[in-house]
């Protein structure tokens, strides 16, 4: 891989709502502002060689819509999927919030959920997979957390417990030796996790 083209998914009906979903199997459509965001998205996409989703239909209908009408080979990667929410899940995002603002990096979130670290455990697992492939220009659909901890990394800043957003379909360009660098970063921080 030279560059990667990492792109949080368009508008679902549920992130509208503020609604929490990280359970992939859950059907969770795009609105229909997430699908004009995901047609502008295709429009400002260069040449690809290859797609890569997460495993949630709101990144693959992102892709979907995004490359419309081009021939581009598809992989999911499910290391790249959102969090997993817990007794949160399907619940509004403040309470989450507050919750993870308190709780430390190896906290699970409580009824089953996945712990900040784990997560980005399974993120570095997903980076290192891409960083691997033999593909030139990869697009990236995932999610908030997945972007905004890897944007940070490569800004030289560890996971903190609260994060700033990242906007829906808005693409952010890494080559290959950035990419790597974020990822060392996040797994350096994974040996010794702290906020």
């Keep these: 891989m030279n560059r990667a083209i990492l792109v949080r998914h368009a508008e679902s009906a549920a992130g509208a709502r503020g609604i929490l979903n990280g359970i992939d199997r859950l059907v969770v459509p795009l609105t229909d502002l997430g699908r004009e965001q995901a047609r502008a998205l295709g429009e400002r996409l260069p040449e690809l060689d290859l797609c890569v989703t997460s495993a949630f239909g709101r990144a693959v209908e992102t892709a979907d819509v995004a490359l419309a009408g081009r021939d581009v080979p598809r992989l999911v990667l499910s290391e790249l999927n959102e969090i997993a929410f817990g007794s949160y899940e399907g619940g509004d995002y403040l309470p989450y919030r507050a919750w993870a603002g308190a709780a430390g990096p190896a906290?699970?979130?409580?009824?089953?959920?996945?712990?900040?670290?784990?997560?980005v455990r399974r993120y570095v697992r997903g980076f290192r997979a891409l960083l691997a492939r033999r593909e030139d220009t990869i697009l990236v659909v995932a999610h908030g957390l997945v972007v905004r901890y890897l944007l940070n990394a490569l800004d030289g800043r560890d996971p903190t417990p609260l994060l700033d957003g990242v906007p829906c379909a808005e693409p952010y360009e890494l080559k290959a030796p950035e990419l790597e660098r974020a990822v060392d970063r996040l797994e350096a921080w994974t040996r010794d996790p702290r906020w």
């Design 107 to 119: 906290d699970p979130s409580p009824g089953g959920g996945e712990s900040r670290l784990d997560a």
